[in-house]
Structure formats: structure tokens, C-alpha cells
């Protein structure tokens, strides 16, 4: 039946595979991992060296602290790539004869491999350190969003929507901006305030309306969506709702951060 449904663009997930590509997910990935114990480390000497409540923390929040930062540094650095990928390259123009889920290039490779060095080594230490770097659905957010991107790594098939979810990294400085306040002891400064008020706009537009865009466009492009392989379909259709569900409830408890925020800063004046 399933060979039926999927006849047309029937593909297995390995023939997007050569020894070439295989060196370069491998050494993307392994870059990634890299990325995340040397921005690690650096976080830790220049926290040291220019804040002095650092030295004070806990073993637990330095290790939450020096992981925020690379945290940070890799949801800037595949925001603004994938926001190249999407909408400055010519990668997927919608003029283009090759249907829009099967594009690819060494670039888009590049960063989905670097994406999934991170989420393993986050993940890693979410373990390692749980519950206090996060709970169950911290876990199951990256266990969700490693599978998609190593699928759409491997079988070179719907790379756009993986842009789509990366790009929505772009709020993960702000959420980690609000905890280094909170920890520093600012949660009444107006930078706090700010920083709320743009995690709130942010989340709503990279979290919110960029997923109901991501439905809009798999419903478009539904007739491309049911020739990727079986197994990427079906996550497409499970894995991304699952992931909005996620992001819309913890755009609820931003929302309600927020008015708490504006209301003690508003009887503080």
C-alpha cells in the first residue's frame, strides 16, 4: 500500500548517499560537537574574567550558564544561515524545474550537520545534568528535532521545512538573555523588560506564525510532499505539529512571564 502511495517519488533514505557526502554529514557533525566545548569553554574564561558574580555561582550554574552560551552562539549562527538558505539563495526559488523538496547543497548539508552536533551534545548534558538543565520535554524536543534533521541529512529531501524549524532557533538568545538576568539578580532592570517584550514578538513570529506558515506551505506543496519517503512524510506530518504544540505552550507561559513583568514594572514607577 505504502508502495502504491509513494510509487512516484519513491526513494530510500540512503541513495542520497556517496563517500564524499558521508565525509562531509560526518565532519559537519563532529564540527558541531567542537563548536559547542570550545564557545563552552570561552563562555566560562570570559564570564570568569568580566563578571564577578560568576565565580559565586553554583558547579550546576555555571555549568547552565556556559552551556546558555553555546546555546546562543549556535542558534545565531543557523538562524542567520538558514534565513540565507530560504530566502537569499537561489537554493529554493519556486521558478526552478527540481521539485522544491528535493533540493540540497553543501551549504544546507553543512548547517543541518553542525545543528545535529549541537543537539547531541546539548542533549547529552541535558542528561547528564538532569533535571537541571531541563525536564522530559526538553528531552523530547531534541530527540524530535536530531531524527527529523539527521532524515532530511541523509536522504536530501525536504531540507526547506528543516530551514523552516531551524530558523526558529532565533529566539533562543533571548530566552538565554532573560536567564543570565535573572541569575545576575536584574529581573527589575529595563533591559529585563525589553528583553521580554522581544522574546514575546519574537516567539510569536519565529515560533508561531513562521509553524502556521510551514502547514500553509506543506498543504501547497502537498502534491511534492507525498513523494518524499515514507518514513520523512509521516514525520513531516507528526513531528512538526508536535513541535508547534510545544512552542505555542510555552508561548503561553511567555505571554503570562510578560504581563507578570509589565505589571511589577508599571506599580514600581
Not at 564557545?39 to 564570564?47: F, G, L, P, R
Not at 528543516?162 to 538565554?176: A, G, H, K, Q, R
Not at 506543506?218 to 508547534?244: E, N
Request: proline content about 2%; hydrophobic content about 55%; overall charge positive.
Amino acid at each position: 500500500m505504502a508502495s502504491l502511495l509513494f510509487a512516484p517519488g519513491f526513494i530510500s533514505i540512503f541513495d542520497n548517499a556517496s563517500p564524499s557526502k558521508e565525509f562531509r554529514w560526518l565532519a559537519s557533525v563532529f564540527c558541531g560537537i567542537i563548536m559547542c566545548k570550545i564557545v563552552y569553554d570561552i563562555t566560562a574564561t570570559v564570564s570568569f574574567l568580566c563578571f564577578k558574580g560568576y565565580g559565586n555561582l553554583s558547579y550546576a550554574k555555571k555549568v547552565e550558564w556556559n552551556n546558555r552560551g553555546f546555546s546562543t552562539f549556535h542558534a545565531i549562527v543557523v538562524a542567520f544561515a538558514s534565513l540565507y538558505l530560504l530566502l537569499l539563495s537561489d537554493l529554493f526559488k519556486e521558478d526552478y524545474d527540481e521539485l522544491i523538496i528535493n533540493r540540497t547543497s553543501a551549504v544546507s548539508e553543512t548547517v543541518l550537520g553542525i545543528s545535529i552536533g549541537y543537539f547531541f551534545t546539548d542533549m547529552a548534558m541535558i542528561i547528564w545534568q538532569y533535571p537541571a538543565l531541563g525536564g522530559l520535554e526538553y528531552v523530547l524536543h531534541h530527540g524530535l528535532s536530531m531524527f527529523s534533521i539527521i532524515l532530511a541529512l541523509i536522504s536530501g529531501q525536504a531540507q526547506i521545512y528543516i530551514l523552516m524549524v531551524l530558523f526558529s532557533e532565533c529566539t533562543t538568545p533571548f530566552v538565554n538573555l532573560r536567564w543570565y538576568l535573572d541569575v545576575a539578580g536584574q529581573k527589575n532592570s529595563i533591559l529585563y523588560v525589553f528583553n521580554g517584550i522581544a522574546l514575546f514578538l519574537g516567539w510569536l513570529i519565529a515560533r508561531v506564525i513562521l509553524f502556521i506558515y510551514l502547514f500553509i506551505h506543506l498543504a501547497i506543496h502537498f502534491d511534492q510532499v507525498k513523494q518524499v519517503f515514507p518514513m520523512g512524510f509521516y514525520c513531516l506530518l507528526t513531528v512538526s505539529p508536535v513541535l508547534f504544540a510545544m512552542n505555542a505552550f510555552w508561548f503561553w507561559k511567555i505571554a503570562k512571564g510578560l504581563i507578570k513583568t509589565l505589571s511589577k514594572a508599571r506599580h514600581t514607577q
